[in-house]
């Protein structure tokens, strides 16, 4: 429920009680390694979403593409084609990585803005697995591919040589917060945006509280609850595209580490 009415007869909402993880099935209780939560069940089916778009969608392939076979095609390219245009043709072979990246959190996303739903991916528990799991994927990949050359990354030879050691630092500094601006950009977003439509939603019974207030406040909630709502599917979208983004700028930078 987006608001409750306290025994005094007044209104109470909790805005982030929709992020808490709890078991999926009994009700309550503690979470232990092996519970079943409301993440994992919502995780679980954000990964059927893509399996069901990418495999039963594309199964029956034709000439001319059905509704879902269309959108697979369309994601299919979209990755495909960014990947290409920032990494190179070299970074084609880490396609399915990052596709992989962006569709499961493009279907969390959605998800989570189904009425009560889930969110995975408004909990910096997700987001930081899968940013370190960048961090250090394209971190192992540069000394790989690079060995010891890959330390270029941080040296600046196109600045001034006084300043190559202090410009050396900031590029470290940054190159280790990554996994945490990665992580934290999509979960606050998430988490921001879910929160706001439940603080106007505890305002819209109010018409049955208070006609007074109510009749005004009422309409003006739901409006604002529309318009947010909209805006979270522009942004479930966009958050998915700047962390795939990222990705590909990141191995960019592991394929090509000279400045």
């Known amino acids: 429920m987006a608001s409750e009415t306290d025994s005094a007869g007044g209104l109470t909402f909790h805005p ?4 808490a993880v709890k078991p999926f099935f009994g009700g309550g209780g503690d979470v232990g390694f092996l519970t079943i939560t409301n993440a ?24 001319v593409p059905g509704r879902i076979q269309s959108i697979a095609e369309l994601a299919f390219g979209f990755i495909h084609k960014m990947v290409e245009d920032i990494c190179g043709k070299e970074g084609l072979k880490y396609f399915p990585w990052i596709m992989t ?6 279907f969390s996303n959605f998800l989570g803005l189904l ?21 250090l994927t394209v971190t192992i990949l540069g000394f790989v591919k690079h060995g010891a050359g890959f330390l270029s990354l941080f040296w600046i030879s196109s ?3 006084i300043l190559r050691p202090i410009l050396a630092l900031i590029e470290i500094i940054s190159y280790f917060v990554r996994p945490v ?6 979960a606050g ?6 929160a706001v439509i439940k603080v106007f939603a505890a305002f819209a019974p109010l018409v049955l509280i208070s006609t007074g207030i109510g009749l005004v406040v009422t309409p003006l909630s739901i409006i604002a609850i529309t ?4 805006l979270e599917m522009l942004v479930a979208f966009i958050q998915a595209y700047v962390f795939a983004i990222l990705t590909c700028v990141y191995l960019k930078d592991a394929l090509h580490p000279h400045h």
């Open 181 to 186: 601006s990665h992580s934290i950009r999509l």
């Open 115 to 135: 009425p009560m739903a889930f969110t995975p991916t408004s909990h910096i528990a997700v987001t930081i697995i899968m940013a370190m799991g960048v961090f």
């Open 227 to 230: 318009a947010i709502y909209a």
């Open 189 to 194: 977003n998430m988490m921001a945006g879910h």
């Open 101 to 106: 990246l962006f569709l499961f959190i493009v």
């Open 159 to 161: 600045a001034p040589l």
């Open 40 to 63: 994992t069940v919502w995780m679980a089916l954000a990964v059927l979403a893509i399996f069901a778009l990418m495999v039963l969608g594309s199964s029956k392939r034709a000439i």
């Open 16 to 19: 982030m009680d929709q992020f």
